[in-house]
């Protein structure tokens, strides 16, 4: 298949130690330099992208191009620092409530993985407390002026608890919470388990203050379920993994392939490995290699989202339903997965007939009821 040079420059640039003379050759061969900019924004790696070409002294990029990218540098500059300031205020105030927690993605990964705030793209603090706390660190968010805009609590019990996560949004800027107590929904399994994070949390250093992040391997493992239950519909991810690899070399990969397959979802830790090194062309870990190569499924999956890459695609807007399945090893896993996706009730339910609260439990037959009429339509 045709890799578009665009999208191949993209992968040069998002690789842990970018190839800066191939990167050169390639920008002086010429560039549709729209098409890439555009195509960094759906990946979410403008941020390598500036680097790199920040490093080739901007040759061969034409003066509107680079304006762009120093707008989005500077708008993301201070988006990081907004971001890291709220992280730290929400630290101090769940510390002060002793509500245990942990945060991921967002500053802490930027930080931990790329060397700065600003040197990855995202929008929003991730943390991650336990189940029992919920409430409480929902009063905690709420007194620092942040509201949900998926509904009041009721709401949020009936049809998102099942994601085991809510968002909160600040309305004067923008500033974007999202509270965890799970790294997935619940129907399906998850390369870590929640209980398994708070025993050795590591510390990271966020603008002089100490925040508890995930130890590596469990960041190691995160980033596989993450990348997988996403389809790793987006390069960002995968630069993410290669980092995780490239940056940590002395983990125990066989160990955490071990801990993934125990909770049913080894794959994710192959399929992590085999797109870093399919697309960004870092070597697999050496005592995961041979078991990546005797995975038909591994590298058929490999080669079919790879290749819908290279063909130099923006992202699809939204995941396709039901893609999380794909962290799940066992086909007996994936339909009951199948059947509780089908079975639990949604906002979307809610958004296509809005009943009022009495007549709620009616949802139980009414979606799959509705997913029958959807799947039938997009195949008419």
Known sequence: MEVTPEFQFLCLAARPQPDQTRLREMLRKGLDHRALIDLAAGHGVRPSLLDCLGELSWESVPDDAKADLERFRQGHLLKSLTLAGELNRLAASLSE?????????????????????????????????P???????????GSMGYASPQGDRTFRRAFLAPQRQYAFVRADDGAAIDLHWGFCGTHVPFPVA????WDDPARLSIG??????LSAPNLALLLAGHGTKENWA??????DFARMIDRHQTLDWAELHTRAQARGCGGAVL????????????????????????SAGVR?????????????????????????LLLCDRPIDRVRGALKLAFTPTAGDYEAMR??????????????????FRTAARRA
């Not at 189940?131 to 968010?141: G, K, L, S, T």
């Not at 002089?208 to 992040?213: I, L």
């Not at 987006?234 to 630069?239: E, F, P, T, Y």
């Open 194 to 197: 929640p209980d398994e994070i």
């Open 234 to 239: 987006m390069l960002k991810w995968v630069s």
């Open 355 to 372: 009943l009022p609260p009495a007549l709620w439990s009616a949802y139980y037959v009414s979606r799959p009821c509705r997913l029958a």
């Open 97 to 129: 409530r002793s509500i245990p927690f942990v945060a991921f993605k967002g500053p802490t990964l930027a930080l931990g993985l790329y060397g700065g705030l600003a040197g990855r793209e995202y929008n929003d603090v991730d943390v991650i407390v």
């Open 208 to 213: 002089g203050h100490d925040v508890a992040v």
């Open 300 to 324: 058929k999956r490999t080669a079919a989202m790879a290749g819908t890459m290279r063909r130099g695609l923006p992202p699809p807007a939204e995941v396709e339903h039901f893609a999380d």
């Open 271 to 294: 399929l992590g490995c085999a797109m870093a090194e399919e697309l960004l062309d870092v070597a697999i870990p050496q005592p995961l290699a041979a078991r990546v190569a005797a």
């Open 131 to 141: 189940q029992r706390r919920i409430d409480d660190a929902e009063e905690v968010i």
